[in-house]
């Protein structure tokens, strides 16, 4: 006999918000989708799917009878107690997160005691609180409010979401906070249940360790560059180490993405707010920020002047296996090269109608190979699975140059050489000459 499931509103269907809406449908929950965005929401209801992510097409097409889109959040509250908010927190100038979607949200619930925001988006430590103020100067004081952060990762966000390493919840001890411990408890996946501002933080704090890691991990790469060693090799000894492990210790061309940068930058100046200077945050972005620019160095070793040289960008979505563009480093990249007098042209094997709206002055191309044929360089930006099978003997034949800058650590430098390439990569010896340049600007 099957238990019956509650309903439950989504609102906002982005990333975050539609993985969430799919995955709580495949557990049997009825769903509705709330969003402002009236063509987002037509599309969904004709079976449209906004984002490009593995495997959520499949899942919404499955469930489609338990979700339900609509732009009027009166629809979510008419059916549902727990409302869970996924609306976009961007960044502002200050660094500071935006959380006027957040507001907008807070200020269309009525009063209410049978209510709950379920709060999914990335907000500062003290907007729970911040969030119940309002509620009581405002009459709706019975509504109440759980922090439930998300961790999925774009490119495996359904898998993240069926899967996860951990739920937390941060609530009050109250109806609301045992309603999402509830809804979570067929993944089985360990609960942290603590208080509101705790929960905030550990999405904070978990972000600003992971980009810290990746920074690090840049930071010895660029020292293997001037000593000789090779970071792949580095990281491999490293990372056996149970303390270390692993994960997050591929060293590249930086980090990018809606929430690593917004999201560090976010708890900076949280910190900074409070009086608190985060000296360690400070370095990994500023470590991020060279990272990109590095490449360009690079280049120049090999070509010298950029002038009219002709530079392919494989990949440019932030990371593979989403159209996430995002903060992504192709856009520093393209706008480095292009001030550098560099002519771009780029492949993206799904994200280029995302890029389209960002990087100007660039030349699409649909395929790699249509990409790196003719230019002087090619640089390896997004590690898309089928850059591995690149017939890199054709990718050198076609070039009118032979350097291939590997930004991802991602082919086997002694593939790439026995194609006739000159490989570089990220803090691995260079076959063709001495340490790589430090970035010094042009
Ligand atoms: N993308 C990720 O990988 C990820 C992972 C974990 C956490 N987060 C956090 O989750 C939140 C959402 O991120 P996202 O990437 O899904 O954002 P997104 O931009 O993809 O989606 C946000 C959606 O909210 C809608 N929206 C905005 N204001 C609204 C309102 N008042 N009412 C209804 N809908 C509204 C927008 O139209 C949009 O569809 C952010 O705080 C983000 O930091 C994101």
Redesign the pocket.
């Known amino acids: 006999m099957s238990v019956q499931r509650e309903p439950i509103g989504v ?7 539609l993985v969430t809406a799919a995955g709580f449908a495949e557990l049997g929950n009825d769903v509705h989708c ?4 009236v063509e ?1 929401i037509e599309g969904l209801r004709q079976g449209r799917i906004p ?1 490009w992510e593995p495997g959520l097409s499949e899942l919404v097409e499955r469930n489609r009878e338990r979700m339900h889109f609509s732009t009027d ?1 009166a629809d979510a509250l008419e059916h549902a107690r727990l409302l869970f908010v ?4 961007p960044p502002t100038y200050s660094g500071d997160a935006d959380l006027s ?1 957040v507001h ?2 807070v200020d ?1 619930m009525p009063p209410s005691d049978r209510h709950a925001l379920v709060m ?4 500062p430590v003290g907007t729970g609180d911040n969030v119940k103020r309002t509620f009581a100067e405002h009459g709706k004081a019975g509504f109440r409010y759980v922090s439930c ?6 490119g495996s ?1 359904v898998k993240d979401f069926l899967e996860p390493d951990r739920v937390v919840v941060g609530d009050e001890g109250d109806w609301a906070g045992d309603a999402v411990v509830e809804l979570y408890s067929p993944l089985g996946a360990p609960l942290v249940r603590t208080d509101i501002r705790s929960a905030e933080m550990v ?1 904070l704090a978990s972000n600003a360790f992971l980009a810290t890691k990746i920074s690090f991990i840049n930071e010895i790469a660029n020292v293997c560059e001037e000593t000789g060693a090779d970071v792949v090799e580095v990281a491999k000894g490293m990372g056996l180490d149970d303390r270390i492990g692993p994960k997050f210790l591929q060293a590249g061309i930086g980090f990018g ?3 690593f940068p ?2 560090v930058t976010a708890l900076k100046q949280l910190a900074g707010n409070s009086g608190y200077h985060f000296q360690l945050l400070n370095s990994v972005i500023e470590v991020n920020e060279l990272q990109k620019r590095r490449v360009i160095a690079k280049l120049q070793k090999h070509l010298g002047g950029l002038v009219g040289r002709e530079i392919a960008l494989l990949g440019l979505a932030f990371k593979p296996n989403t159209d ?1 563009m995002r903060e992504a480093s192709s856009l520093v990249l393209s706008a480095r090269l292009q001030a550098a007098g560099a002519r771009v042209r780029a492949y993206d094997p799904v994200a280029e109608e995302e890029a389209r709206k960002l990087i100007r002055g660039v030349d699409f191309k649909g395929s790699a190979a249509e990409a790196v044929a003719g230019a002087d360089a090619v640089v390896l930006v997004t590690e898309w699975p089928e850059f591995a099978a690149l017939e890199l003997p054709e990718v050198a034949a076609s070039m009118r140059g032979d350097l291939l800058v590997d930004g991802r650590n991602f082919l086997d430098p002694n593939v790439v050489r026995a194609a006739g390439l000159v490989y570089e990569g990220i803090g691995r010896p260079s076959r063709n000459g001495g340490p790589v340049a430090r970035y010094g600007g042009e």
């Open positions: 609102i906002g269907t982005g990333y975050v918000g709330i969003d402002i965005d987002k984002i959040i996924a609306v976009g927190t979607s907008a949200v269309a999914k988006s990335t907000v952060p998300e961790f999925l990762k774009e966000a999405k993405g809606s929430c917004k999201d996430d």
